[in-house]
């Protein structure tokens, strides 16, 4: 069972920087955490789970629009781990942040393995 535990969140002031990172475990057997693709989601209370950054197994990566240019996620596959920097953080950016993977995503956002989360508050 693929385990993720993230960290990094916490409360910063708008125009502030945080960077998450996500630790993972317990792959299929005979796979490893480079052959899984990777996002982060985030949920702010009264809204649905969005979308923020996810990155495939080459490398390749993708954003919602409203992180472009401010959101960097990226995996160091020699320690399992995801990241997403974070930088000119806007109060908007207020929310439960989750990491998720999947080996097969069936879908452009749909991810089968999900972390608690970590909350990341920024105050204007």
């Known amino acids: 069972q693929v385990q993720l535990q993230e960290s990094g969140g916490g409360s910063v002031q708008a125009g502030g920087s945080l960077r998450l990172s996500c630790a993972t475990s317990?792959?299929?057997?005979?796979?490893?955490?480079?052959?899984?693709?990777m996002a982060w989601f985030r949920q702010a209370p009264g809204k649905e789970r969005e979308g923020v950054a996810q990155i495939s197994t080459d490398g390749t990566t993708s954003y919602t629009n409203s992180v472009k240019g401010r959101f960097t996620i990226s995996r160091d596959n020699a320690k399992n781990t995801l990241y997403l920097q974070m930088n000119s953080l806007k109060p908007e950016d207020t929310a439960n942040y989750y990491c998720?993977?999947?080996?097969?995503?069936?879908?452009?956002?749909?991810?089968?393995?999900w972390g608690q989360g970590t909350q990341v508050t920024v105050s204007s």
């Open positions: 317990g792959f299929q057997y005979g796979y490893t955490y480079s052959n899984y693709y």
């Open positions: 998720a993977a999947d080996r097969r995503p069936a879908g452009p956002w749909d991810f089968g393995y």
